[in-house]
């Protein structure tokens, strides 16, 4: 089965600092991995996906995230933060398979102080 | 863009009751999804479908059942609601490179 811990539940920081917000997971098999972003009292849309190929991907607003095989990791940077990126940023994984579940991390709430 | 409809956005519910949550997609997925979202513990999924009158259960399927009658459509069932149900519920549609659509979920209240 697989599993995602997402490390920090709050990361605070200041505007136009760089970020990056930690993703680990687990799996047997190969996998497929996203990041989602939830800004305060909106659904949740896809920020980037990994599917195959680079392990750098770029997904919308500035935000990047790479793939790291060996640490099993997949974590999520931007180099400078504005206000508007105050959101809960959820890390997610599925099995290569057209079916399969995807499984959520718990969430990390980025903060921006100006 | 992949269009996730829930059909109430807030729901009130006395504990007992048997409650329906609908969900319907326009993008001919195959695979939909029910999840809870809880403060600090993420989006937790309750059942999976991957095909019509096709379901597997998620991490916290007791409780709760589903159905998925026609493609575009996946219900969530509380068999019974009791008050540790009260959460937002969140449906999702994906293809089969797993990105979802979401819809904008459901706040249920069961008192």
């Known amino acids: 089965a697989q599993s995602v811990t997402q490390l920090d539940s709050q990361v605070p920081v200041f505007e136009e600092a760089p970020v990056e917000l930690r993703c680990n997971y687990s799996?047997?098999?190969?996998?497929?991995l996203f990041w989602y972003v939830q800004y305060p009292n909106q659904g949740l849309q896809l920020l980037l996906k990994y599917l195959s190929g680079s392990t750098l991907v770029k997904g919308i607003n500035g935000f990047e995230a790479e793939f790291n095989k060996s640490q099993t990791s997949f974590h999520l940077r931007k180099p400078s933060v504005h206000i508007s990126d105050t959101a809960e940023y959820f890390c997610?994984?599925?099995?290569?398979?057209?079916?399969?579940?995807?499984?959520f991390g718990s969430g990390t709430r980025l903060s921006i102080r100006p | 863009d992949v269009k996730v409809t829930q059909s109430s956005r807030y729901l009130v519910k006395r504990t007992g009751e048997k409650v329906f949550l609908e969900c319907v997609q326009d993008m001919d997925h195959e695979n939909m999804f029910w999840y809870r979202q809880d403060p600090g513990l993420g989006l937790r999924l309750i059942y999976f479908s991957y095909d019509v009158k096709m379901k597997e259960k998620g991490d916290i399927p007791e409780g709760y059942s589903v159905s998925r009658e026609k493609k575009e459509r996946f219900s969530l069932i509380l068999e019974s609601a009791s008050t540790n149900q009260t959460s937002m519920y969140l449906c999702?549609?994906?293809?089969?490179?797993?990105?979802?659509?979401f819809g904008n979920g459901t706040r249920l209240t069961v008192t």
């Open positions: 999702a549609s994906s293809s089969g490179t797993g990105d979802c659509g």
């Open positions: 799996s047997s098999v190969s996998v497929y």
């Open positions: 997610a994984v599925s099995k290569y398979s057209s079916a399969s579940k995807i499984i």
